[in-house]
């Protein structure tokens, strides 16, 4: 790891779900660092670094005893949640050095995670995405894990442009292209947005206006809006509204829409943990829906991999090559912007 | 890449064949560089730097529009065949920097690629050889991918007592180390060649005497003329004759024999794209036969891979352990003393 | 390689066995050094470097000739024993260079070879472990290849408290944990042992007891006393006796016993060949019995090898953190002072 990543360190990312951690400690690296997390006794989840300080075996592929402590796989030491040493067969193990413990918080269903100094790790500093807990709103989704670093992924939900190509046969189509995007500062955050009128719907939307009684075939009005929250959290705004329903303010019976979760967790500069995921607020109740949406979601967001990888490796083929800033790109480069005033203020110790 | 290669740049490759690009666009490292190859509307063949000028995805996983020009897969750019931006959806490109168009011609079946200055790329430096395409032959081959440097198949072709050991069951037999070969110089070539006197065949020629209505177990007359056109191109005539009738030079319905065509072409320096196959003037339109005799030579052939990897791992293991220089080896000594003038004379920019 | 391995060099380590000679010559990597193995005329197994001194190729994808020669696969070139050129068609090779020639022992059914200075190879430097040639006595073992330090596998059997956590299904108890070891040097070897007596015996001592005709659910006295002889090379005397029948001292007809046999050769730095097995006293005859032993021996140790990588990495990734050196950790500490001592001395040129 060198010692200035490219990602903000005193920030929350999105380690895991808690589903991961239904079946033992889960080891995994956030941001360089090679953690294990674990749901103790009072079911608060906890994360350590994953080195038994015995002798250097990832805690990892130990296991969570009745007590809720996790236990070394190799020689049985057992860790407190603060990473300090707690037992040990035949041992004292006051002296023992710990471990490093990282602040974790659990919320919107998912574990956060903060790799930077400790003390800053203010909760509240999650950003606020309640509408996650609201009634009246499902989630589904997956996580994959791919070889780019995190900014190819937050350019690709900047410019959702690729769609026509990426994803031609499912939510692409050339009305996207045709429709210039319009990118803008909104507080803390960054927003990139382009609406297309009077248009057919692509093939998924098709899909969703059958879902929600609509005809398929209707001409439609579309929008797309991305909101890039520090450090790497998008959350999509799509739909489509029968054409000339007043788009995304239709009233609910005459639109599809839902929200496109992206949670982008550094992994190592190269490679990322990417949690997608669709929210909706409409059938919330209909777990066969939640299945299918998200296998037909996973299916069009595999496309991005492939795509990402190759870029990534050209990339690095390519260091002396610039990459060109349209307007379509306007969205990735305020939030690459912005990730660098992050960088900079935590470097210079701001 | 070291900016000294192995091996002369000013000169023409064999990049891939037409049958490559019939299912799109072909991306392909030549000599050390990401290279894509499509066939545009002119039906002429095209070679660009892999690498959009848009954000770096590799062109490669685009496609051809129906005008002929190769789209990018990730944002929509069209690509004019000089490396030029041509269009984007919603942009004006005239500006936009473009990549690096190859020089390529299609001659003898292959797609042929330039990496070196492009000024100085003459078709007419494209060995000669037009017997290709006289009637009365038919070719037939295949490609591996080879991770050893170029010049180790180089020496593999010109020293063909390695039949004996690595071929022992097909084209191998005693009687080949047992002949000494000759090796020299002829004009821009080399050659090295053997003859065998009144032995039996080995099964490879067997079989071959059969296809050609002859007696497989008559006694006869084989030879072996391996002649080398730099930077790695590599003709063998081989046959046998029914013995006394004359070796190479007896009447055709006295003799099998055939054209080995090896075109080598460094991928980076520990790998290659081997282009193998075999040409003859005997029952050309028997297309079974054809593939047959791919079929035959394909597993010849892939021998030598295992073996060639397998030594270029043990001489970097061994980077202090000289080769030695036998009489066999004299066709891939001289071989070898050419490309160093070459890339001598290049190298003092002559 | 560096030029100071982690290991000794002037010491007999364990290549292969005679078994995995037959099917003709063997490359194995035996402390940073590309070797290859087969069985001469003379019945004697020959080490040589793997290098063909003619082109560089792996003579271990030769074969043997009907004089026991070792003959190269490329071109034919034939080796002797001592690793100068004998012959080759066509070729004087009295002036050839040769490659090294590896001292080579073939002991208690291994196959030892010296990788340092082949002067000071002498053979009574193997250690002692004549009782394996003594009647009465059978083993079954076999071959894992593991991407760690030996260093780490020596610490995983010099300190058997891991049975309790990576074992617990088959040779872990829970006494093991709570029975401390007692560590010591024993003339030039160490010595790590502990008792636990009056207990249940553990899955795998059930069926040993079952084998010798006792009672699997009777109280036990259960013994483990490791011994390392340098450079790292470990029996394990483990059994069980029935309670209160003097335990290891116990008549045979009153215990279940067997010597565990780990013979750890370094690979490269950071891999292992790991030659397991058991050798055992009773019913020695009985090949079924050998083969079910070894069955659930592979299984158990196989165990070990996730762990033992996972820690490797796991290290590699911390290089600043210390490792504890516990009371169970004992053995290994004083194994790998033994060791230092040994390597300073090499060094040191003593």
Redesign the interface.
Known sequence: MSSQPSWPVNTWYVACTPDELTSGPLGRQIGGK?LVFYRNGDGKVVALA??C??????LS??FVNVDGDL??????MVMNCDGSCKS????RVQA??GVTAYPIEERYGFIWVWTGNAEAADPALIPDFSWFDEPGWTYGGGLYHIRCNYKLMV?NLM?L??E???HASSIGQ?EI??A?PESFKDGDTVVTQRTMENISAAPFWKQALTFNDLDPEALVDRWQISRFTPPSHIMINVGVALAGEGGIDAPADKKASSIVVDFITPETENSIWYFWGMARNFKADDAELTNTIRESQGKIFAEDL??LE??QR??D??PD?D??K????GGGVLARRMLDRMIKAEQSGA
Chains 1, 2, 3 share one sequence.
């Open positions: 090679q994953d080195f300080p015995h002798r250097g075996a990832p592929l130990g236990v070394c796989g190799y020689h049985g040990m067969p035949g041992q023992f050095p350019d410019d442009t690729h026509t190509y990426v050339t292209e045709e210039p492939e795509m190759a870029q050209n990339i083929d390519n090559r990459l060109l349209l307007n379509i790109d």
